[in-house]
């Protein structure tokens, strides 16, 4: 199957810094690609769909200039929390679409980055 | 509305029994495509099966299957013979053709095998 990696997997960092995450699909090419934020015990939320070559589209109450979201080319996608507060703590998941068989076009994610902001 | 729902937030199994996983789901659209994931305790979402709603036979893979009713709008997960492996969280989403191929989770389901 497809793999998508996500780094660093873990980040701990003080109020008011910016961290950036970074989203990569390793065996394939991703014109689109997918951030989710997950709260423990929760569902995933959509956040913003990446798109290569042009702005992002931001999900209803995301706030663009907090999450930048940068899609530099066909394998990486990047978000950057800018001026992260703790209430930016959570899980971040990245996902890619990917036709595995005839009709199936499923997304892969990556492994995650749990940020904690202190 | 596109929603997706899991009425089952947690779900006991005894192990090498097999465990029916609900969902059910909502749309107007004649074109989706609904999936079940796993997340175990590690976070990372694992992909399970997929059933498109044009598919007229379910969808299996290995020990997993997708009992697709569509007049009901119900995608269950069926899970055979469960393994302690198979402790994890299920969440089942529906693809959104019409808004790029976005996904739709649901709440997600607790699942707990026992020896």
């Known amino acids: 199957g497809a793999v998508v990696s996500q780094h660093p997997s873990w980040v701990i960092c003080k109020s008011g810094t910016s961290v950036k995450i970074e989203c990569r699909s390793l065996?394939?090419?991703?014109?689109?690609m997918f951030w989710y934020r997950q709260f423990p015990k929760q569902s995933l939320m959509l956040m913003a769909t990446?798109?290569?070559?042009?702005?992002?589209?931001?999900e209803q109450g995301v706030e663009k200039d907090k999450f930048l979201i940068n899609h530099a080319s066909l394998t990486l996608s990047t978000l950057t929390v800018t001026s992260a507060h703790p209430e930016d703590s959570s899980f971040y998941i990245c996902?890619?679409?990917?036709?595995?068989?005839?009709?199936?076009?499923?997304?892969?994610f990556g492994p995650g980055t749990r940020l904690l902001v202190l | 509305a596109q929603k997706i729902t899991q009425t089952q937030p947690g779900m006991f199994v005894q192990e090498k029994e097999a465990v029916t996983l609900d969902c059910t789901y909502d749309?107007?659209?004649?074109?989706?495509?609904l999936f079940w994931y796993k997340q175990p305790s590690s976070g990372e979402m694992i992909f399970l099966i997929y059933?498109?709603?044009?598919?007229?036979q379910n969808a299996t893979e290995g020990r997993y299957s997708l009992n697709f009713q569509k007049a009901r709008k119900s995608a269950n997960l069926v899970i055979s013979a469960s393994q302690l492996g198979d402790s994890a969280m299920y969440f089942c989403?529906?693809?959104?053709?019409?808004?790029?191929?976005?996904?739709?989770f649901g709440a997600g389901t607790i699942l707990r095998v026992k020896s």
């Open positions: 996902s890619a679409p990917f036709r595995y068989s005839g009709s199936g076009k499923t997304q892969y």
């Open positions: 065996d394939f090419q991703a014109t689109t």
């Open positions: 990446s798109n290569e070559g042009s702005k992002a589209t931001y």
């Open positions: 749309t107007s659209d004649q074109s989706y495509g």
């Open positions: 059933q498109g709603s044009y598919d007229e």
């Open positions: 989403a529906m693809r959104l053709a019409l808004y790029g191929n976005k996904l739709v």
